[in-house]
């Protein structure tokens, strides 16, 4: 069992920068693939990157690439997402996610298994964030 918390999240001013992060208990995240998705009231979860266990391979959301960037630390088994350059459309409670099934995230823009999200494991609750403009 991999139990997940985020933290970090806040009220920030459009163009500005926010780092959430994300630290896990019960297992070692090291072998596994980890991941951040959004949900901003009333739309859909919304994936916006994913790392594999050597920190190497990178995936990002079309909306965030160029903005956004994830990284990990094994030895304090934890996952961040800095976030700069934020619009108000990036307001959104964000969750982290753990595949522990793979050490490498499943590549999100050639996936066509269904919902992206349902390659996950384990959630944590989520860190919200506000953009205001």
């Known amino acids: 069992q991999v139990h997940l918390v985020e933290s970090g999240g806040g009220l920030v001013q459009a163009g500005g920068s926010l780092t959430v992060s994300c630290t896990a208990s019960?297992?070692?995240?090291?072998?596994?693939?980890l991941a951040w998705f959004r949900q901003a009231p009333g739309k859909d979860r919304e994936f916006v990157a994913a790392?594999?266990?050597?920190?190497?391979?990178?995936y990002y959301g079309v909306s965030v690439k160029g903005r956004f960037t994830i990284s990990r630390d094994n030895a304090k088994n934890t996952v961040d997402l800095q976030m700069n350059n934020l619009d108000p459309e990036d307001t959104a409670v964000y969750y982290c996610?753990?595949?522990?099934?793979?050490?490498?995230?499943?590549?999100?823009?050639?996936?066509?298994?269904?919902?992206?999200?349902?390659?996950?494991?384990?959630w944590g609750q989520g860190a919200r964030v506000t953009v205001i403009s």
């Open positions: 019960g297992r070692t995240l090291s072998s596994y693939a």
């Open positions: 790392i594999g266990w050597h920190g190497y391979t990178k």
């Open positions: 996610a753990c595949d522990a099934k793979r050490v490498l995230p499943i590549n999100y823009e050639t996936y066509t298994g269904g919902d992206y999200s349902d390659l996950y494991d384990y």
